[in-house]
């Protein structure tokens, strides 16, 4: 039986994931923080933490971008992707609202990389009783070793509030999160002063290497 049929345009790109909350929550209380990870609740973050947990850290996916262009939500579903009659990949189709887009994974991209480092630019410190503030410089790399330019999809998180960057990025997303490990006073400490931001860049990058760079704030309280 068949429930409903939808055709849909597919655009391609090159998907990249990479989370520096996990640095921050290692630099502190390490063990605490990995058994009492911060969980997200919107299915935007869900579908993040998914994509990021079934996927090698760091590595490049050949991926298809699906839009939702009807009046009613796709539920989650195995989704198989075909070229002509041979199955090229097989992904999970989560949860997408109307109106909305989601990745579906098809391969590792083996022929692109990047990388993402960072480094202190400026801290600041504005006496015992006031809060501190530490500016931080982060650098993308790519290293596209096709024969052509190619798409990127390249989603950034980090703890802190973003400044400017040299590439604007496409959407900027900050939430504030409540924690409840109430011990770990220094995460703690940078949760109350600073959001979980995520930068999401749709850029095409020529064959060769390129970067660009963003810059983020970190506030402490006395």
């Known amino acids: 039986?068949?429930?409903?049929?939808?055709?849909?345009?597919?655009?391609?790109a090159?998907?990249?994931?990479?989370?520096?909350?996990?640095?921050?929550?290692?630099?502190?209380?390490?063990?605490?923080?990995?058994?009492?990870?911060?969980?997200?609740?919107?299915?935007?973050?869900?579908?993040?933490r998914?994509?990021?947990?079934?996927?090698?850290?760091?590595?490049?996916?050949?991926?298809?971008?699906?839009?939702?262009t009807g009046d009613t939500p796709w539920a989650t579903a195995p989704i198989t992707i075909m070229r002509?009659?041979?199955?090229?990949?097989?992904?999970?189709?989560?949860?997408?609202?109307?109106?909305?887009?989601?990745?579906?994974?098809?391969t590792p991209a083996p022929r692109i990389s990047l990388a993402c480092t960072v480094e202190q630019e400026r801290e600041q410190n504005r006496g015992f009783w006031t809060q501190s503030t530490t500016l931080q410089r982060a650098t993308i790399r790519v290293q596209n070793l096709t024969e052509q330019p190619v798409r990127i999809m390249a989603r950034v998180r980090f703890v802190g509030h973003y400044k400017d960057a040299?590439?604007?990025?496409?959407?900027?997303v900050a939430e504030t999160v409540e924690d409840t490990r109430f011990w770990d006073w220094?995460?703690?400490?940078?949760?109350?002063?600073?959001?979980?931001t995520e930068l999401v860049w749709d850029v095409e990058v020529p064959t060769g290497v390129s970067e660009?760079?963003?810059?983020?704030e970190r506030r402490s309280a006395p």
């Open 186 to 196: 220094y995460y703690r400490n940078r949760l109350q002063m600073n959001p979980y």
């Open 166 to 172: 040299t590439r604007e990025p496409k959407r900027i």
């Open 14 to 48: 090159y998907l990249w994931i990479h989370d520096l909350t996990d640095r921050e929550r290692g630099d502190y209380f390490s063990w605490s923080a990995r058994q009492n990870r911060q969980q997200f609740t919107t299915f935007e973050d869900l579908a993040y």
């Open 1 to 12: 039986m068949e429930i409903a049929q939808q055709q849909l345009s597919i655009e391609h």
């Open 212 to 216: 660009w760079h963003f810059r983020f």
């Open 50 to 68: 998914l994509a990021q947990e079934r996927r090698f850290r760091n590595e490049v996916y050949e991926a298809i971008i699906l839009r939702n």
């Open 84 to 106: 002509g009659q041979s199955p090229v990949g097989q992904d999970i189709l989560l949860f997408t609202p109307p109106g909305e887009e989601t990745f579906v994974f098809i």
